[in-house]
């Protein structure tokens, strides 16, 4: 098939705007791929259910009757460790046998890092 002389410039303007359209729209304009927004969203959730879960967690250290103890013994260990520390005791694990070392690190950082409980006032 022969296309017309004056067919030329227009099939390969419209085609240089689709490329520089799809160019812009991604980099500049925020469009995302499927797989990229699914990645987003992912993420988005893991990071609720840690949110969600921590608080939860540093109840059920608390609410044990040597938690100053361990406490304090948490406190002592280095940061790569506290995490399997609450892993092991049980205290990250929500709905299933397995705990959650996300929950875990988060409920270390939100124990290691709160203010002592101050001693009763009365």
């Given at each position: 098939?022969?296309?017309?002389?004056?067919?030329?410039?227009?099939?390969?303007?419209?085609?240089?705007?689709?490329?520089?359209?799809?160019?812009?729209?991604?980099?500049?304009?925020?469009?995302?791929?499927?797989?990229?927004?699914?990645?987003?969203?992912?993420?988005?959730?893991?990071?609720?259910?840690?949110?969600?879960?921590?608080?939860?967690?540093?109840?059920?250290?608390?609410?044990?009757?040597?938690?100053?103890?361990?406490?304090?013994?948490?406190?002592?260990?280095?940061?790569?460790?506290?995490?399997?520390?609450?892993?092991?005791?049980?205290?990250?694990?929500?709905?299933?046998?397995?705990?959650?070392?996300?929950?875990?690190?988060?409920?270390?950082?939100?124990?290691?890092?709160?203010?002592?409980?101050?001693?009763?006032a009365y």
């Amino acid at each position: 098939m022969k296309i017309p002389m004056e067919v030329k410039p227009a099939l390969w303007g419209a085609i240089g705007g689709a490329v520089a359209l799809a160019l812009v729209g991604f980099w500049w304009g925020g469009w995302k791929t499927a797989a990229s927004a699914r990645d987003l969203v992912e993420a988005g959730s893991q990071k609720a259910v840690i949110v969600a879960l921590a608080p939860f967690c540093v109840e059920k250290f608390n609410a044990q009757t040597d938690a100053v103890a361990k406490l304090g013994d948490l406190k002592k260990l280095a940061g790569y460790e506290q995490g399997p520390f609450i892993e092991k005791a049980g205290w990250s694990t929500f709905g299933s046998d397995k705990p959650n070392s996300a929950v875990a690190r988060a409920c270390a950082d939100a124990l290691t890092t709160a203010p002592a409980k101050a001693a009763s006032a009365y």
